[in-house]
């Protein structure tokens, strides 16, 4: 049997002994909870917000976090959608426990830009040698004298763009000027009012960019009517084309991972775990597989981000939110047996 012949047959070996399916899916994760530990480095600072942790990447020894973080969490701040906020990094060696702050990974956009008021809920992948640090970017909103930027029916709201490095400590470039994903135009698309929180995977030979999306129509009325999507690219800076309808429903929160062949998702809104074979079907897929306390904006350890793999090892643990006013701070969680 030639090489390559060999490698085919290793590969659909692999499928065919790893998949699985939703009803396995469902029991394992219906015996599973989140285990929740303070961390120090990144937990409660006074007069400080972290929030929105990325998934956690390994390089060498050291794992390494990305968050949104505003030193100065006035109310002001929040009032005026995330004003100032800016993505930031820490590292660890010890498996999430303790952290170091590294420091600013990437600062808000040129004046008059699409990201000139605040950038915020973070993402890393690693392809090609460089890490991709995925992020929201917002501008004020024209005419509005306090600079919220969620107050009327603009489309152009908040969109997805993309900075790279040679080191996951950056310095970190933006890829152009543009962003890499925008709202759809649309009025009745899922996604038409704003896009945000992306989580990435290599798939099927493409870069799946996972993103949450909230429509005009009706999504104004808060997180509750915020759905998953997924666009494809053959780059990861993009283009990337939308699937083009929601994935998900009540996905506010998007955090997404390779299950085995399939993949997994945390529908935090619903409380529930989510899978899909195909990695799109999730709602013909639907578990009954819900937590008691639920992980809030949470970001798992992705080996498969610096190191690609056909079959997803699942989800053990990962960095959390604790929602606590205008202090919000980061922890640690793991998936444990009930």
Not at 11 to 31: C, G, R
Not at 155 to 165: E, K
Not at 277 to 287: A, C, E, R, T, V
Request: negative net charge.
């Amino acid at each position: 049997m030639s090489k390559k012949n060999f490698m085919c047959l290793l590969f659909l070996l692999l499928i065919s002994t790893n998949a699985i399916n939703a009803q396995d899916i469902e029991t394992f994760f219906n015996s599973m909870e989140f285990k929740f530990t303070e961390v120090s480095g990144i937990g409660y600072e006074k007069g400080v917000t972290r929030r929105d942790p990325s998934d956690v990447i390994k390089v060498g020894e050291t794992y390494y976090v990305y968050y949104t973080k505003i030193p100065d969490a006035q109310p002001k701040y929040w009032g005026a959608g995330y004003w100032g906020a800016s993505v930031w990094c820490a590292k660890s060696e010890d498996e999430g426990f303790s952290w170091t702050e590294v420091g600013q990974m990437l600062d808000v956009g040129q004046d008059g830009k699409w990201d000139s008021q605040a950038v915020f809920t973070p993402n890393i992948f690693f392809t090609d040698g460089k890490y991709y640090l995925y992020y929201t970017g917002v501008k004020p909103t024209p005419g509005n004298a306090n600079g919220e930027f969620e107050n009327n029916n603009i489309s152009d709201i908040t969109s997805i763009g993309v900075a790279v490095s040679d080191s996951p400590t950056g310095p970190f470039k933006r890829i152009g000027q543009d962003p890499i994903l925008k709202v759809s135009v649309e009025p009745e698309k899922f996604d038409s009012y704003r896009v945000d929180d992306a989580s990435l995977l290599f798939r099927n030979g493409l870069y799946w960019l996972y993103y949450k999306g909230r429509s005009i129509i009706g999504g104004q009325g808060g997180p509750a009517h915020t759905a998953m999507g997924v666009a494809y690219s053959k780059y990861p800076e993009g283009p990337y084309t939308k699937f083009g309808k929601e994935i998900l429903e009540r996905s506010h929160e998007v955090f997404i991972w390779p299950q085995g062949t399939g993949v997994g998702a945390f529908a935090s809104l619903s409380e529930t775990f989510e899978f899909a074979p195909d990695g799109i079907d999730f709602m013909s897929n639907k578990l009954n597989a819900k937590v008691k306390e639920r992980a809030v904006a949470p970001g798992g350890f992705r080996p498969d981000i610096t190191n690609p793999v056909v079959v997803g090892e699942g989800l053990k643990w990962g960095i959390s939110m604790i929602h606590n006013k205008h202090e919000c701070y980061l922890v640690r969680f793991e998936l444990v047996s009930k």
